[in-house]
């Protein structure tokens, strides 16, 4: 099934959650051919797992730590989320990667921890500004690919892959579908490479600068198989829109 996701990065109090899915879940109500899923922050992870019990819609966090308890202050393990119903872990988001350090060693580790815990990781990949120009995109794509799942390669198919161009979050110029397509079947040939067994069950999502005006498109490509969208989630009518898309 198609995967359509939100990611409010450190948007919404749990008021405003409340308030974001007392609005958005009749939107969807009968939306059941696709999963609708909402990443929302660490505090709104209470408040989703109350309203959305027994419902079609799925809540999913923004980052996890990798080890499962101890001393670790401010992180949050993968049994914590799990206890809450959490389904789905954002993993390796650039904003992570270039705004708080995180190694594609530390990616690795943090999806050793969600495999086999129930929680399935979305890996978050993606080529800066100054990569892509110097005709490094797939380099960098293979790279992170390859470093992210370093010793998982039998166990591609228990995750999801975001393809999101850096230079096209947050920025209002998406990559063209065309070009979102190139990455993404180039990422489906690499697991496949990776993994003799796989099964090709790993979802390959576009993020970037998706709104309600280009969703579609990206959706008619052979090989997107859902969205990862940040500024566009924040309002429920839109993000409602965007899952009805296509
Ligand atoms: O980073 C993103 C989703 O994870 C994309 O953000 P925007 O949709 O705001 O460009």
Known sequence: MK??????KMNMTPSQTKEYLYNFLPLVEDVKDREIL?????????????????????FGAQNVHYEPKGAFTGEISVSMLKDLGVSYVIVGHS???????????????????CLGSGIRPILCV???????????????????????????EDYTDMIDIAYEPVWAIG?????????AQKVHRFIKELLE?????????????????VNIHNAS?????????????????????????IVKSF
């Open 3 to 8: 995967l359509i996701s939100a990611n409010w």
């Open 38 to 58: 909402l990443c929302v922050p660490y505090t709104s992870l209470c408040i989703a797992s109350e309203m959305l019990k027994d419902k079609h819609v799925k």
């Open 95 to 113: 904003e992570r990667r270039w705004l708080f350090g995180e190694s594609d060693e530390i990616i690795n580790k943090k999806l050793i921890a």
């Open 126 to 152: 993606g080529e800066r500004q100054d990569e892509r120009e110097a005709g490094l995109t797939f380099k960098v794509i293979e790279t992170q690919v390859k470093l992210a799942l370093s010793s998982l």
């Open 171 to 179: 920025s209002g110029n998406p990559a063209t579908p065309e070009d």
């Open 193 to 209: 490479s990776l993994n003799k067994n796989y099964k090709g069950t790993t979802r390959i999502l576009y993020g970037g600068s």
């Open 217 to 241: 498109e990206f959706m008619k490509m052979p090989d997107i198989d859902g969205l990862l969208v940040g500024g566009a989630s924040l309002d429920p009518e839109a993000f409602s829109q």
